[in-house]
């Protein structure tokens, strides 16, 4: 391994000797398939349309139905993106320039062909395929790190290319992905691990920290209050020597100014040239979480001394964990219900009531997110004068006359929640993916069975 190891004394003020280590990162570039499966690489999106004003010169397109794409990044870098079929109209889109020197003209950068990589369709709606690696030019390498990408394209609304519009039509996305980590194997706290700093957003900068947000999941939700992941680490818990992505663990962690090495927090820095990462024991005042069985992976807003938010990743261990002193709240988190140690199931909570928990000094304060579990159905009548066919309603509004110009819908609905009020949806089984979502059936006073149907989610 290409690891330094640099030993470094940080006096404390107590005359405590604690040590400061860092290790020497490299760039690690990655294939189609790591970068697509690399945790907390999710990337950045460009809308690919008919047209977009920013163009100024394009190539000369085989397609008559060449394609442009506009990604617009928080750094306020804006991308361009030019699509076309070489094989002539209908052939499918195998050719992506990207404006790589940020001029709005196409014609001066390079052209990149399909990859026989990566998933791929194409029928008359729909048409996906990845191109890349896209290298971005040196002017835009910070220190050692030079970006890097795949373009995933996804057409997912080709009908609108046979409008005869002028107008300037939405057709599809182009998720961008990084293709290149910055990677070493650190030694801290008796765990030595392959450790990476991957741009989770690609947006061509690292490192970005979380933001808040607030979510907004349906339609009339008042939100609910989030850290917006930007970059992240990645770490090879298991020691499988990849950096592992399922359903349910991930060995990406939220990019934090505080990491875990077995249940100690210690705080990380990064150096400006990207060169190396510096691990110190945390010696800021410290207390403890403490959460209900069950709750794991979770994800907290620190709030610093500045007001802004930092997302820690706290090691859970026998239900406590050591954080630094100081306001926090619950991002996510998951919890597990077991039966036997391989029967379970798994399920995420990223709505929460807007709480926030106060964390003194040598205090323990107890999260009270978890079970009991409340399953809440709710029944609503609703009059829909356009008769229209929704795929919620679909299955009780027949049994009301569905069809006629004026039927009665009944609209059910069912939250489950916990006992700080947190809403929990999507439920993973140890026998592999989704649980299928609740069944239910309506029936009269006599017990006679009126209906009966699936919910549509999980
Ligand atoms: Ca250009
Ligand atoms: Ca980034
Ligand atoms: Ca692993």
Known sequence: MNTLFHPLMVLLAGGVLVEAQEFTLSVK????DESRSCPGGYGGYA????KVSEVKKAPKAVSASPLYGRMDNAKSERLLFFLDESQGTGKGYDRLVADLNGNGDLTDDPVFSKLKEGPQEQNEDYEQANFGPVEL????????????????????????????STEER???????MTASLLETTVEVNGIKQKFGVVDGNCNFSLPDPATVTTIHRRPNDPGSWYLMPGDFYVRDMNGSGIYDRTATESDAQIFSSVVYFKGKPFFARLSQDLKGIRFEPYTGATGQISVKEGVDSIILG???GAGAWDGLTP???????????GAYRISSFTLTGKKTASDWIKTTSRELPEKSYAVATGKIVRLDVGCPLVVEVSANKEIDNQ?????????ARSLFGGGSSKATILRLDVVVLGAAGERYSGFFGSAGGYVPPPRFEIKDSTGKELASGNFEYG
């Open 29 to 32: 570039n990655m294939t189609l």
């Open 47 to 50: 809308m690919v349309m008919t």
């Open 137 to 164: 030019p040196e002017s835009k390498s910070q220190g050692i790190w030079r970006p890097r990408f795949y373009a995933d394209m996804y057409l997912y609304n080709k009908r609108e290319l046979k409008s005869a």
């Open 170 to 176: 939405h057709i599809g996305q182009i998720r961008i």
């Open 302 to 304: 620190w709030q610093g």
């Open 315 to 325: 090691d859970i261990i026998e239900g406590k964990a050591e954080v630094p002193a």
């Open 387 to 395: 008769g229209r066919e929704s795929s919620l309603m679909g299955a």
